[in-house]
């Protein structure tokens, strides 16, 4: 729907010789949209599930793939953009996890009460490569634009709203094929699933062994407790028990980061 199986196609074919192709009809907005006109209501984790459950089910396979982002502007002017890309076997019965978190070089939305403000916003954010998003405000009724392609037609359709006496806000529209940033995170995401997929267990030979935690812990130089630094990596298989640790080969860490050395 929105072109995401491209930004997995080569990955999954340089690796694994596998074809990634969308559900003919499927329409994974019905989950929620960025956009805020249908309410987001599920986990991410929950939310990527659903996608590749109905794809696989549209397509009458038992291989599924789908990729869940949100963004969260919690950290003042900067946004966080958590994306994680799933995969089912439902053959094997595997549910398989990669993620990226990354800070948006992109502002969050903002209200305009001219047109030239949203312009700005728009070309400051990258238009018409980086999409925009419009949302008005009218008796409590939120209705969205999207799909620019001209400055001229935001022009037009945010002088239109506020003539109306709405509401508006503008923000970035972060639809994978409308947001070059995020579309590079999800090509970056399925390269790390196809080399997860290609590496097998050595137990039970499953694909997918993969990491699946971390462990933190680190002793302090100074006092030898624990700290909050991650200690090692634990990987697993997605269909047996076997685990693995993997330190990450830092002996002590500097007691800054030690809660008694430094409360």
């Known amino acids: 729907m929105h072109g995401k199986e491209h930004l997995a196609q080569q990955a999954f074919h340089d690796i694994l010789g596998a074809t990634v192709s969308a559900a003919g009809g499927l329409n994974t ?3 929620g949209t960025f956009a805020g006109d249908i309410p987001r209501t599920l986990s991410p984790r929950s939310a990527a599930r659903a996608k590749a459950r109905l794809g696989m089910q549209i397509a009458g396979t038992t291989l599924g793939l789908a990729s869940e982002g949100s ?15 799933l995969f089912i076997d439902k053959t094997l019965g595997l549910e398989l996890v990669e993620g990226a978190v990354n800070i948006s070089a992109l502002p969050g939305g903002r209200r305009v ?3 030239d403000s949203a312009l700005a916003f728009a070309s400051a954010a990258g238009f018409p490569e980086q999409g925009v ?3 008005s405000t009218n008796d409590n009724r939120l209705t969205v634009y999207k799909n620019f392609t001209q400055l001229s037609d935001l022009e037009e359709t945010v002088d ?24 590079e995170t999800i090509r970056r995401l399925s390269y790390q699933m196809a080399r997860r997929l290609a590496t097998p267990c050595s137990l039970c030979q ?26 090692a990596d634990l990987h697993g298989c997605g269909r047996c028990t076997h685990r693995t640790r993997i330190p990450r080969g830092q ?6 980061w030690c809660d008694y050395c430094n409360p």
């Not at 694909?207 to 991650?230: H, K, M, N």
């Open 113 to 115: 009460d001219n047109a």
């Open 251 to 256: 002996a002590t860490a500097d007691p800054q």
């Open 206 to 231: 499953a694909p997918g062994f993969g990491q699946v935690d971390i462990e933190r812990g680190v002793p302090c130089s100074d006092c030898r407790s624990a700290t909050a630094l991650i200690a």
């Open 29 to 31: 907005d019905q989950f």
């Open 133 to 135: 998003i419009v949302q």
């Open 71 to 85: 963004f969260s502007s919690g950290f003042g002017p900067l946004v966080e953009n958590m994306e994680i890309l």
């Open 160 to 183: 239109m709203l506020l003539t109306d006496q709405s509401t508006v806000t503008i923000l970035p529209d972060y639809r994978a094929h409308k947001s070059p940033a995020r579309a």
